[in-house]
């Protein structure tokens, strides 16, 4: 008999859009949690939606399935006094509210712990903002590739003699959105154990300074600026970086001492490794241009699938894949690294499991919700008549 997933009875309202939000709370809902997405009516909803250019059918965005699978839909418009009414009912239900608007929009729309700590004292309230809830830029809106500038994040990805570079995935989007899901849940433990909720609040900004992380401590403690290093290299271990194979490319990531000696030997020149040149990760990042002619030279005798074949499991290292190879990879299949989630008239969206696995329990597989999908199911939970649904509706509080 399989067990309930670990976060089953946690009901978080989330006033969501777009990418950092709905990817931190796509991790709870993966994980069992009820998540509810307040969608804004007179936006027609989450516009994500609308982000193309790949759609499941008309206004059935493949990017919003992307971060809204297992989650429920109802749609409202918050600047309404009687939609507020009824996100306030909702509240009393639930353990949390996860948002990501521009900072000083929460206050305004009475989102904060303060506003609704009178309707549930237990509430945790999860603010995710561009730049935070307080400050000088708290109304400015902001994004992912903005942080990556401003933060540092452009100056050390790229090569050397090329302009910043941004990566090729919104990843500060997704880290934050984690950030934000897991601030709520450490609420959660503590509101249960108090009887008491709160506000806690992370930003793009913040999270994108945050991970400036041991570039970041070299500056503060010891004045050095890392720059970029040619071939995507780690700026202070050697080998760690992409070569070249007699078809292409290989990464190889030798970050402890022992994997030197490996790979030295399994490129026939186990000479290498003693060689005081060689032998200590100081030396080596003396010499990193040297060694990486040397290790081009000794990759480039065969092709990028015969040296994995040979080093994969002993030494670090992997194919430099586009996307289609990356989710081809047969590696993915073996892990279910790609599941078919279901539409309620049996269609599927295929997508990328979560990665978080439970051992006695499966993952809902449920496809992202259409705009106001439980609308009625919720509220009429909650004692709402269908009279009164429906008078809602038509005055455009409700959809």
């Known amino acids: 008999m399989k067990a309930e997933l670990p976060l089953a009875g946690i009901r978080v309202l989330a006033v969501e859009q777009y990418g950092a939000g709905p990817a931190g709370t796509m991790y709870l809902a993966d994980l069992g949690a009820e998540v509810i997405k307040i969608e804004n009516l007179r936006e027609g909803g989450d516009v994500g939606r609308r982000m193309g250019p790949h759609f499941f059918g008309p206004g059935d ?100 003699d090329g302009p910043p570079q941004r990566y090729g995935l919104s990843v500060v989007d997704l880290m934050t959105g984690l950030a934000a899901a897991f601030a709520l849940l450490a609420g959660v433990m503590s509101a249960r154990q108090t009887g008491r909720g709160r506000d806690l609040d992370t930003s793009l900004f913040d999270l994108a300074l945050f991970n400036l992380n041991y570039p970041g401590a070299w500056y503060l403690n010891a004045g050095a600026v890392t720059g970029r290093e040619k071939r995507s290299a780690h700026p202070s271990v050697v080998p760690s970086q992409l070569y070249r194979t007699r078809d292409g490319w290989i990464f190889v990531m030798c970050n402890k001492e022992k994997f030197w000696g490996l790979l030295a030997g399994a490129l026939g020149h186990p000479e290498w490794a003693a060689d005081p040149r060689y032998a200590t990760m100081p030396a080596r990042l003396e010499r990193r241009d040297e060694i990486t002619v040397m290790l081009d030279e000794a990759f480039s005798r065969d092709t990028t699938a015969a040296w994995l074949a040979k080093l994969t499991g002993t030494v670090p290292v ?82």
């Not at 309404?80 to 929009?105: C, H, I, K, P």
């Not at 989630?341 to 496809?367: E, H, V």
């Open 61 to 160: 965005s493949q990017f919003f399935h992307t971060f809204n699978r297992n989650k429920r839909s109802v749609a409202l418009d918050l600047r309404s006094a009687e939609s507020m009414a009824v996100f306030r009912d909702l509240a009393r239900t639930a353990d949390g509210v996860v948002d990501n608007l521009r900072g000083d929009l929460p206050a305004k729309l009475g989102l904060t712990y303060e506003a609704l700590s009178k309707f549930n004292p237990r509430i945790v309230c999860s603010h995710l903002s561009a730049y935070g809830r307080e400050g000088s830029r708290a109304s400015w809106p902001g994004y992912d590739y903005l942080m990556q500038a401003e933060a540092g994040h452009m100056s050390v990805t790229g090569e050397p």
């Open 318 to 399: 992997a194919p430099v894949n586009d996307i289609a190879q990356a989710l081809d990879n047969p590696y993915v299949a073996e892990r279910g690294g790609i599941q078919d989630f279901k539409y309620p008239d049996g269609r599927t969206a295929r997508l990328i499991a979560s990665p978080i696995r439970c051992s006695d329990a499966d993952a809902p597989r449920r496809a992202a919700p259409a705009l106001g999908a439980d609308t009625d199911d919720l509220l009429g939970k909650m004692g709402y008549s269908a009279e009164r649904i429906a008078e809602l509706r038509s005055r455009g509080a409700v959809g």
